[in-house]
């Protein structure tokens, strides 16, 4: 067998062993970002229903602070340094930021009817099916798409800032349909990168794991903030 031919051999290898990769990957990616959803809800239910801890959020600023910082420590590293990771643990604090977000987000329960937060969790569900499809299968690179949208998101944060002070209704409505609008397409955007990515991946190990939970994390982001979004503009509140 000649040069060229144990090319051929072995390039043959790679392209199997890269569409074995593929759909590994891909199934990776969302059972992460299901069970971070599932420990997310759970969580939330269980702080709202239990008094001393929701009691212990309420009244200790310190506290419910510190789970946001931590939130933002957790993200920042995972995304930062996600290479000098193991995979273990990657996932060990994917799961812990899923916990964390759950404690802060157990406020919902108090602030919106049961009913309403079920409808919305399952309109936020239906939507992001939706558009997570659209990005996967359409053809249309939606790169520049995803860096409008990133500056538009940026721009979000730092008016939801200002508003904290200026306390203007209208605004706080704008900047809902705004995010709703900026998180349907964040979630076409982070689909067709995430495949887009996975397609190169060589195999399904470590390193690529990795990059699947990434994966997993930015589409988790995109549905909390969906949700959120959502829930503010048609959930019910409570009396």
């Given at each position: 067998?000649?040069?060229?031919?144990?090319?051929?051999?072995?390039?043959?290898?790679?392209?199997?062993?890269?569409?074995?990769?593929?759909?590994?990957?891909?199934?990776?990616?969302?059972?992460?970002?299901?069970?971070a959803l599932v420990i997310t809800g759970f969580t939330a239910y269980y702080v709202a229903h239990n008094e001393?801890?929701?009691?212990?959020?309420?009244?200790?600023?310190?506290?419910?602070?510190?789970?946001?910082?931590?939130?933002?420590?957790?993200?920042?590293?995972?995304?930062?340094?996600?290479?000098?990771?193991?995979?273990?643990?990657?996932?060990?604090?994917?799961?812990?930021?899923?916990?964390?977000?759950?404690a802060t987000m157990s406020f919902i329960f108090l602030i919106y009817t049961y009913s309403s937060i079920t409808?919305?969790?399952?309109?936020?569900?239906?939507?992001?099916?939706?558009?997570?499809?659209?990005?996967?299968?359409?053809?249309?690179?939606?790169?520049?798409?995803?860096?409008?949208?990133?500056?538009?998101?940026?721009?979000?944060?730092?008016?939801?800032i200002v508003n904290i002070f200026t306390k203007s209704e209208g605004l706080a409505m704008i900047l809902n349909?705004?995010?709703?609008?900026?998180?349907?397409?964040?979630?076409?955007?982070?689909?067709?990168?995430?495949?887009?990515?996975?397609?190169?991946?060589?195999?399904?190990?470590?390193?690529?794991?990795?990059?699947?939970?990434?994966?997993?994390?930015?589409?988790?982001?995109?549905?909390?903030?969906?949700?959120?979004?959502?829930?503010?503009?048609?959930?019910?509140?409570?009396?």
């Amino acid at each position: 067998m000649d040069y060229e031919e144990i090319t051929n051999v072995v390039t043959r290898e790679q392209e199997l062993e890269m569409s074995a990769a593929f759909p590994v990957l891909m199934r990776k990616v969302y059972l992460w970002m299901t069970l971070a959803l599932v420990i997310t809800g759970f969580t939330a239910y269980y702080v709202a229903h239990n008094e001393t801890l929701l009691t212990a959020l309420v009244t200790n600023q310190i506290l419910l602070w510190g789970l946001v910082i931590g939130e933002l420590v957790l993200v920042f590293v995972l995304s930062a340094a996600i290479n000098k990771l193991s995979l273990t643990m990657a996932t060990l604090m994917f799961v812990l930021y899923s916990l964390l977000n759950g404690a802060t987000m157990s406020f919902i329960f108090l602030i919106y009817t049961y009913s309403s937060i079920t409808n919305v969790f399952f309109i936020t569900a239906a939507t992001f099916a939706a558009m997570a499809a659209f990005g996967y299968f359409t053809k249309t690179d939606l790169t520049s798409m995803g860096k409008i949208l990133m500056m538009a998101l940026i721009g979000i944060i730092i008016a939801t800032i200002v508003n904290i002070f200026t306390k203007s209704e209208g605004l706080a409505m704008i900047l809902n349909y705004l995010g709703v609008l900026v998180f349907v397409g964040l979630t076409a955007y982070d689909s067709q990168k995430i495949k887009q990515m996975m397609l190169t991946a060589t195999d399904a190990g470590e390193g690529a794991q990795k990059m699947a939970l990434l994966g997993a994390l930015s589409l988790y982001l995109d549905f909390i903030n969906l949700f959120l979004y959502l829930l503010r503009l048609f959930g019910s509140r409570r009396d």
